[in-house]
């Protein structure tokens, strides 16, 4: 083929999404063909996942949305491999795709997030498509969703952290809700309370509590005394309603909530990080 129409250069890129050369040489190798030349673009991009299975996709951006009644909330991941192409406003828009129709059709997990479809493309096919567009490894990597009276989502600055809330109650101080998302964002708790930490968790710091005052050369007799204590201490810095309240360290969580009303509970909550 001698000529490549400027036109169909210009669908083609609006259809994959691919660089203007990257177009250009599709159609010269399919011959005008334009179902052809986006298959060409897209083995491109499986041959380049494959080339590049065994690197780390380690970038990103960490997104979270509500629904706009605001009873559920999503978190979805998507990974590249530098943090150049991270901050592209493309790759960014791919993930917002992605999270609008986490949020649009809540899926149960990741697998079928990945099954979801946007513009005719399932969604895992066209984050591969996209690695044969910036020769960069893709990856969706991390799906997370609550549900509850009122749900709030959190994106630090730099998306690489984000967090959704769940409230017990629809009418929620919008402020209050982000103090909150943000309390989970900047401590990390493992549970809402006590009571909510799983088992395991509570026997092994039990269990560390116990060595590290052996260690110590304390008496047999008072170990699990001293293991009780720390794992009072773990529960107050590990717990979202008993850590210190970041914006007024003389205050809990849970004080601070009761203050702005004393019947709000926070039900649940997921915090992603591409740093931890």
Known sequence: MSEVKTADIAKLRKITGAGMMDCKKALVESNGDLDKAIEFIRERGKAIANKRADR???????????????????????????????????????????????????????????????????????????????????????????????????IHPGNKLATIVAFNQAEVDEQVAKDVAMQVAAMSPVAVDADDVPENIKKQEYEIGREQARQEGKPENILD??????????????????????????????????????DLKVLGFKRISLNA
């Open 56 to 154: 780390e996709a380690s970038e990103g951006a960490a997104l979270a949305a509500t629904t706009a009644d605001g009873k559920f909330g999503a978190i979805v991941v998507l990974n590249c491999e530098t943090d150049f192409v991270a901050k592209n406003d493309d790759f960014v828009g791919l993930t917002n795709k992605i999270l609008n129709a986490a949020i649009e059709n809540a899926p149960a997990d990741i697998e079928a997030l990945k099954e979801l479809e946007i513009d005719g493309r399932k969604i895992k096919d066209l984050v591969l498509d996209q690695s044969g567009v910036t020769g960069e490894k893709f990856e969706l990597s991390n799906y997370e969703s609550i549900k509850g009276e009122k749900v709030i989502g959190y």
């Open 225 to 262: 005394k001293i293991a009780q204590g720390k794992l009072q201490k773990f529960y107050k810095e590990s717990t979202l309603m008993n850590q210190d309240f970041i914006k007024d360290g003389k205050m809990k969580v849970s004080e601070y909530l009761k203050n702005a009303n004393k």
